[in-house]
């Protein structure tokens, strides 16, 4: 049974988290459901931006269900859920659609390395934002020392990586990690998230390549992304292409 789902509501798709029971805590299955939803929606034309939230009211997503991880080797716990959780939360973040995380509640570990995947986030008064890995013998692994410190001041990781502090929802807008902190956090998502709909999809897409190449997010392949694009409507391109299907040797334009 699917615990992320993935729903489109004509150009915006929503990603959702569904395990409340468990604080929407990922289990191998969700990272693989949420791996496959991130293929899906790369090659969904149609669809202009992603909304990722979560069901329930006690949590965004508490990070990492212990009971799938806690009984692992350590190199099976290092080969397998902490690279495979990381490659799987960098496609998300690497998704060329624009996307809105909804934290109608609290995000923990992983659950706040999912939220620093998307490129803005609409936060609730009562949610807190934390990183309580070492309280449980561990240490954040899906990139909350890694993307996090892209977003948030070295302190403030450490405050809440070292020293288990919580970090509340009016002090993380004003520290930039979150757009706004309202009651209705999805209303308000979804009100930014049509906002997107009148501007230039290929606009949105390479200002967020542009913006991710400057932020250190997979720079290289954001810079061969932007020239793949620029070559691709060139006329050399073409011409090279049909020299090679006509198999004789190309005359470029130069242009």
């Not at 009971?67 to 496609?91: M, N, Q, T, Y």
């Not at 060329?96 to 999912?114: C, N, R, Y």
């Given at each position: 049974m699917s615990a992320v789902h993935l729903q489109t509501d004509g150009p915006i798709a929503h990603v959702v988290l569904d395990n409340p029971a468990k604080l929407n805590a990922f289990t191998p299955e969700m990272l693989a459901q949420l791996e496959a939803h991130c293929a899906t929606l790369e090659r969904a034309a149609a669809i202009r931006c992603v909304i990722l939230r979560s069901e329930g009211e006690r949590a965004f997503c508490a990070g990492a269900?212990?009971?799938?991880?806690?009984?692992?080797?350590?190199?099976?716990?290092?080969?397998?859920?902490?690279?495979?959780?990381?490659?799987?939360?960098?496609?998300?973040?690497?998704?060329?659609?624009?996307?809105?995380?909804?934290?109608?509640?609290?995000?923990?570990?992983?659950?706040?390395?999912?939220?620093?995947c998307c490129d803005i986030r609409v936060m609730a008064p009562g949610a807190t934002l934390a990183l309580p890995e070492a309280q449980v013998g561990i240490v954040p692994g899906w990139s909350g020392t890694q993307r996090l410190l892209r977003l948030l001041p070295e302190p403030v990781v450490k405050e809440m990586a070292l020293f288990g502090r919580r970090i509340e929802a009016p002090r993380a807008h004003a520290l930039g990690f979150v757009a706004e902190v309202v009651e209705d956090p999805l209303a308000v998502a979804e009100t930014i998230a049509a906002g997107v709909l009148k501007a230039s999809p290929r606009a949105t897409e390479v200002a967020k390549y542009q913006i991710h190449a400057a932020a250190g997010e997979d720079t290289s392949a954001m810079i061969e992304a932007l020239g793949g694009g620029m070559i691709g409507a060139s006329a050399d391109k073409a011409e090279g292409v049909a020299a090679f299907a006509e198999k004789r040797k190309p005359e470029f334009p130069g242009a």
């Open positions: 269900d212990i009971k799938a991880w806690a009984p692992l080797s350590p190199f099976d716990f290092a080969r397998h859920w902490v690279r495979e959780g990381h490659r799987i939360f960098d496609r998300l973040a690497r998704l060329s659609k624009p996307t809105i995380g909804v934290l109608q509640a609290h995000a923990f570990g992983g659950g706040l390395e999912l939220a620093a």
